[in-house]
């Protein structure tokens, strides 16, 4: 958590740097899952934003 950007980062940035630092191979789907399971994670550290941009739904999460 603390080496995210403070800026809004898109849920696809965000699994690239999971799967860089866990050494993984997970999806957007999968981590947003899993984002979305942990309340830990999502009330104390990480903000969810939904943005459309282009007719496509954008994910974001930033720092809490």
């Known amino acids: ?3 995210l950007p403070n ?9 690239q740097k999971y ?5 993984t191979n997970i ?3 999968g981590l947003g899952m ?5 309340s830990k994670l ?3 550290f990480l903000l969810k934003t939904i943005a ?3 007719s496509k ?8």
């Open 52 to 54: 459309w941009e282009k």
């Open 42 to 44: 999502r009330t104390q």
């Open 7 to 15: 800026d809004k980062i898109c849920i696809v940035e965000l699994t």
């Open 19 to 23: 799967n860089e630092y866990f050494d």
């Open 27 to 29: 999806t957007p789907r």
């Open 1 to 3: 958590i603390k080496g």
């Open 34 to 38: 899993i984002l979305s399971k942990s």
């Open 57 to 64: 739904r954008v994910i974001y999460y930033s720092k809490a």
